[in-house]
């Protein structure tokens, strides 16, 4: 990405109803450590993929 975001890693989960509200929390607690969670619907049904951002 060309924001200043540099992909960690990437992970596909089991999809649940309440997923966004760990990657908020893990967002809003971890955002002065320069670490940024993005949360999409995987290719795959069912599942959704986690991506780990560093900050620039």
Known sequence: ??????VMATIDVQATEDMYL???FLNRNLKDKEIV????K?????????TLYKTN
């Open 42 to 50: 995987s290719h795959e049904e069912g599942l959704y993929t986690i």
């Open 37 to 40: 969670f993005g949360l999409s």
């Open 1 to 6: 990405m060309n924001d200043g975001l540099a």
């Open 22 to 24: 760990l990657v908020d």
